[in-house]
């Protein structure tokens, strides 16, 4: 079946640390990238997309994602975490123009002080 | 204010009972989604509307019914509440454009059912 796969369930890293959240799709064709993230007791925002255009996209808090169209990833990063990053992370995906996204099952971010 | 808001936001009902959450949206998006979100599942698609009157099923519809007679309300609701529907609910509500779809989030309604 066709999935979004986010790998790590839970990550824990220390303040200023660099992260890596994984996020592979099993979509073929044309796809639209999402993440979003959810802070503690609150709604889901969108912290970056992909459509089109140059693969490594920047988003909003020093996020970035880069889509490698060859290992169906799209993979977030940020160099150096915060604490008020703690949240949890979902990677999304529009598939071929669906009128919907998948969302992959999440990632629980925690990051100490 | 502007936005998409749900309501309730806290919900507890008992098995068997009918519950209907709300939605609301200002926006005017033909787009209107529900989600659920549980441990271990992510979001999970329940229904879906392209537009008022036109409603679908998404990944998990059974024991959800859903309306749209005005663009901008889409509300759900569960004819006989069973605790397998405890859940955290989200409502989302796009305008699909340059071929891609950004959803704007509810605050969520977490439903508890004993």
């Known amino acids: 079946a066709q999935s979004v796969s986010q790998h790590n369930h839970h990550v824990i890293l220390s303040e200023a640390a660099s992260l890596e959240l994984g996020c592979n799709y099993s979509y073929g064709g044309t796809v639209n990238l999402f993440w979003y993230v959810q802070y503690p007791g609150q709604h889901l925002q969108l912290l970056l997309m992909?459509?089109?255009?140059?693969?490594l996209v920047k988003g909003i808090k020093g996020f970035e994602a880069e889509f490698i169209k060859s290992k169906f990833s799209f993979n977030l990063r940020k160099p150096s975490v915060q604490w008020s990053d703690t949240a949890e992370y979902f990677c999304?995906?529009?598939?071929?123009?669906?009128?919907?996204?998948?969302f992959g099952t999440g990632t629980r971010l925690t990051v100490i002080p | 204010d502007a936005g998409i808001t749900q309501s309730p936001r806290y919900k507890i009902t008992e098995t068997g009972r009918q519950v209907t959450l709300m939605c609301h949206q200002t926006w005017s998006h033909s787009y209107m989604f529900w989600y659920r979100q549980d441990l271990g599942h992510g979001l999970r698609l329940i229904y879906y509307s392209a537009a008022a009157d036109i409603t679908d099923k998404g990944e998990v519809p059974d024991g959800y019914v859903v309306s749209r007679s005005k663009t901008e309300n889409f509300p759900l609701t569960l004819e006989s509440a069973t605790r397998s529907q405890t859940s955290v609910y989200f409502c989302?509500?796009?305008?699909?454009?340059?071929?891609?779809?950004?959803?704007?989030f509810g605050q969520g309604t977490r439903l508890t059912v004993v």
């Open positions: 999304a995906v529009n598939p071929n123009g669906a009128n919907n996204l998948f």
């Open positions: 989302a509500s796009s305008y699909p454009g340059q071929g891609h779809t950004e959803a704007f």
């Open positions: 992909y459509f089109s255009g140059y693969p």
